[in-house]
């Protein structure tokens, strides 16, 4: 039963809206021309009362108790309700920790599918009763006070929005170039002068400068309602990346321009349509693995005290059999996918982002954690097949993180999944320095990782390539520190991965040494060509382009500051590294066999006598794959495999990252056509990359010399 302060509560606000049974589905708050059926899923509650409110930090206006339960789902219809209304839910069962369940009727708590809140979470007060509740003993499902006018409130909204015919790019794979942004920290810094930084509005702003750069998806950091952490919050810093989800249908508030109660909601629309109107496609990060309620000593905010025991996965065991969490995300607490509850709720979430928000794909967090089952991974888990049998998802793009705190899954998932490459960055990073012993594997990676992904009916374009991401250095600090820098983070730099394949090109940090700096746009520009020349496709950290700087920070989760934004004052300093990227990208998408869905096989496709990649080594010979020394990767493509108005043409592309420079023998051309450079990195601006009509013609053309730690292309066409 309820405590006795919400009795007297009830007392006070007996309601006189009509109310009447209602539906058990769909889940949420429904809006309809009479009205809002709610409906709340929790098979273990024993009473479920819905409470409205006029104002966010007012008492409530009703508090109405659920009568009707049908399949564990409590439902009432509330005549005359509208668009705006503020609701939450107060829910009474056993409270018993050990057994896993921690109703706690003081608790105000979010309704799982609300579509907006009225604001963020702060929970300060949290931390000082977790150490108070664990050296007694006790638990923070125990706290008995009332939170009803401090918590942010559930939002009943509209779905409708003028779309204006939109239309998805529905880009494919093999034509995709993916830019993973921050939505905030793209516009926040005050030299992007938009009317609205920090916004969905304001990153409207900007979508001129993507056109520019040649991008065909936005992959955002997470943009689902997020929890910030009450140890950041008393260090004065904020969970800045927001993988801390607490509302899966919510977009974030604080990134909306708050001009009424959930006007997030149609902001997101707005700036979905934008990007759909100059063919960009938007993928959404998304973290279903956990969420913000963290374990036993976490915060109180919807799943925990709904129905713990359905949500999450428990312990189990002998002593305090279900008082804690099992954690294979490290960040306190795993969905229970399980639960065949709990992966509707989820694939709910995704539909209503696909459906109702127009989103053309997502890149799932620690995916791996998606396929646990009986606590190991499966790639043919519940949540996968739930996943390939649902029509709404099988038309849009599905990204996996392939791993979590305890499992490592690259070329394990679905066939229709794609994944975030860890080997091929890991490949490209070493080579790319200079390592011994990673030719090998980086002909794998560069021909589109063949040994991950053709033996489960996947193509090149499933491998996710990628040099760097928001997680690590930046591309201008993987070639600038030696170490990470996250003093800023107040870790005592203890956070973070210490395993970077960095190389500071001679001096840590900063520079005004020209050769250095020289050095390091050039190794810059050889992981631009290798990631977007590479078979796969790429995804470009936001800011790369212009060589963005974290000084160093590898774990900048928590820094909503300016070591984070976008800085567009940078952008103009760095025009020629930014000049570099717009033309790789775009000789990218000319050269059609960069874009092949296919894997390379070493044959003769087409009739020409020509394989449709060759490997060469000395004398043009096979490269000796075995030798740890081998530091120079060539080969050639035949551009006549895919239909092109270039018509029939081959490439040649030499990456060099030994610290000499190395002769490399061409192989041989039927008359008239010619060898031609476009690409050197190892030229200056201006020289580095040649103009479509401007290649310079190789004379002799038998051996082309690579200066040292240099990608080079060569293109001949009839």
């Known amino acids: 039963m309820f405590n006795n302060k919400f009795m007297d509560d009830l007392l006070k606000h007996r309601t006189n809206k009509e109310i009447s049974p209602g539906k058990f589905y769909p889940l949420g708050a429904s809006l309809t021309t009479d009205g809002v059926n709610f409906a709340l899923y929790s098979e273990h509650a024993s009473e479920v009362y819905l409470i409205l409110f006029d104002q966010a930090g007012a008492p409530p206006s009703d508090i109405i108790k659920i009568q009707n339960r049908s399949r564990y789902v409590w439902h009432c219809f509330v005549r005359g309700l509208k668009a705006g209304q503020l609701y939450g839910f107060k829910v009474s069962g056993p409270t018993n920790p050990l057994l896993g369940y921690r109703f706690n009727d003081y608790k105000l708590l979010m309704d799982p599918y609300a579509k907006a809140l009225t604001g963020k979470y702060k929970n300060t007060e949290n931390l000082l009763l977790a150490y108070n509740c664990l050296a007694?003993?006790?638990?923070?499902?125990?706290?008995?006070?009332?939170?009803?006018?401090?918590?942010?409130?559930?939002?009943?909204?509209?779905?409708?929005?003028?779309?204006?015919?939109?239309?998805?790019?529905?880009?494919?794979?093999?034509?995709?170039?993916?830019?993973?942004?921050?939505?905030?920290?793209?516009?926040?810094?005050?030299?992007?002068?938009?009317?609205?930084?920090?916004?969905?509005?304001?990153?409207?702003?900007?979508?001129?400068?993507?056109?520019?750069?040649?991008?065909?998806?936005?992959?955002?950091?997470?943009?689902?309602?997020?929890?910030?952490?009450?140890?950041l919050?008393?260090?004065?810093?904020?969970?800045?990346?927001?993988?801390?989800?607490?509302?899966?249908?919510?977009?974030?508030?604080?990134?909306?321009?708050?001009?009424?109660?959930?006007?997030?909601?149609?902001?997101?629309?707005?700036?979905?349509?934008?990007?759909?109107?100059?063919?960009?496609?938007?993928?959404?990060?998304?973290?279903?693995?956990?969420?913000?309620?963290?374990?036993?000593?976490?915060?109180?905010?919807?799943?925990?005290?709904?129905?713990?025991?359905?949500?999450?996965?428990?312990?189990?065991?002998?002593?305090?059999?279900?008082?804690?969490?099992?954690?294979?995300t490290g960040c306190g607490n795993s969905l229970n996918l399980a639960n065949p509850h709990v992966i509707r709720f989820v694939m709910d979430s995704l539909r209503y982002w696909v459906e109702v928000m127009h989103v053309d794909g997502f890149r799932f967090d620690l995916a791996s954690v998606l396929g646990r089952q009986g606590g190991s991974f499966q790639s043919c888990a519940s949540f996968f097949d739930a996943v390939s049998q649902d029509p709404s998802l099988g038309k849009v793009k599905l990204i996996a993180e392939p791993w979590d705190l305890g499992t490592y899954q690259v070329g394990n998932f679905p066939v229709d999944w794609s994944e975030w490459n860890g080997k091929f960055r890991d490949t490209v990073r070493k080579f790319g320095k200079g390592d011994e012993g990673q030719a090998a594997d980086m002909g794998w990676r560069l021909s589109g990782s063949a040994d991950l992904y053709a033996d489960d009916g996947r193509s090149a374009f499933n491998s996710i390539n990628f040099v760097t991401c928001h997680d690590g250095f930046t591309l201008n600090d993987l070639v600038s520190y030696n170490q990470k820098h996250n003093d800023a983070n107040l870790e005592q730099n203890r956070d973070g991965s210490d395993d970077n394949g960095s190389w500071n090109c001679g001096q840590e940090g900063e520079t005004m040494d020209l050769q250095i700096i020289s050095l390091r746009q050039q190794m810059a520009k050889n992981y631009i060509c290798t990631l977007l020349f590479a078979s796969g496709t790429p995804m470009?950290?936001?800011?790369?382009?212009?060589?963005?700087?974290?000084?160093?920070?590898?774990?900048?989760?928590?820094?909503?500051?300016?070591?984070?934004?976008?800085?567009?004052?940078?952008?103009?300093?760095?025009?020629?590294?930014?000049?570099?990227?717009?033309?790789?990208?775009?000789?990218?998408?000319?050269?059609?066999?960069?874009?092949?869905?296919?894997?390379?096989?070493?044959?003769?496709?087409?009739?020409?006598?020509?394989?449709?990649?060759?490997?060469?080594?000395?004398?043009?010979?096979?490269?000796?794959?075995?030798?740890?020394?081998?530091?120079?990767?060539?080969?050639r493509l035949d551009g006549g495999e895919e239909k092109s108005e270039l018509g029939r043409y081959y490439l040649f592309l030499i990456f060099n990252a030994d610290h000499c420079p190395v002769g490399v023998d061409l192989p041989p051309l039927e008359n008239p056509m010619r060898w031609a450079r476009v690409i050197d990195t190892s030229l200056p601006a201006g020289e580095d990359f040649l103009d479509f009509g401007s290649e310079i013609l190789l004379n002799p053309a038998d051996v082309y010399i690579a200066n040292p730690r240099s990608t080079v292309l060569l293109v001949s066409q009839s």
């Open 136 to 231: 007694h003993d006790k638990d923070l499902s125990i706290d008995n006070r009332d939170n009803s006018l401090v918590v942010p409130k559930s939002i009943v909204v509209d779905d409708r929005f003028d779309w204006q015919g939109d239309v998805r790019p529905d880009t494919p794979l093999e034509k995709t170039i993916i830019y993973e942004v921050h939505l905030k920290g793209f516009t926040a810094h005050p030299s992007s002068k938009v009317e609205r930084p920090g916004t969905y509005l304001g990153f409207i702003e900007k979508i001129s400068y993507l056109q520019e750069l040649g991008i065909t998806a936005v992959e955002f950091l997470p943009l689902h309602e997020f929890y910030i952490d009450d140890f």
């Open 233 to 328: 919050s008393e260090r004065g810093l904020t969970n800045y990346w927001g993988y801390n989800s607490i509302g899966f249908f919510a977009p974030e508030s604080s990134y909306g321009s708050g001009s009424f109660p959930g006007s997030q909601v149609n902001e997101f629309k707005t700036l979905v349509r934008a990007l759909h109107k100059v063919g960009i496609e938007v993928i959404l990060d998304v973290v279903y693995n956990h969420t913000g309620e963290g374990n036993e000593l976490g915060p109180t905010i919807s799943l925990k005290e709904i129905d713990n025991t359905t949500y999450y996965c428990l312990t189990g065991g002998k002593v305090d059999p279900y008082r804690y969490y099992l954690n294979y």
């Open 540 to 635: 470009i950290l936001g800011g790369d382009e212009y060589l963005r700087t974290q000084s160093g920070n590898n774990n900048a989760y928590c820094q909503d500051n300016a070591l984070s934004w976008f800085n567009w004052d940078r952008v103009k300093n760095n025009e020629a590294m930014l000049n570099f990227v717009k033309k790789t990208i775009a000789l990218t998408k000319k050269y059609t066999v960069l874009q092949s869905r296919k894997f390379f096989i070493g044959k003769d496709l087409n009739a020409d006598n020509v394989p449709d990649i060759t490997w060469f080594g000395k004398n043009r010979l096979a490269p000796e794959w075995s030798d740890p020394k081998l530091k120079t990767v060539s080969y």
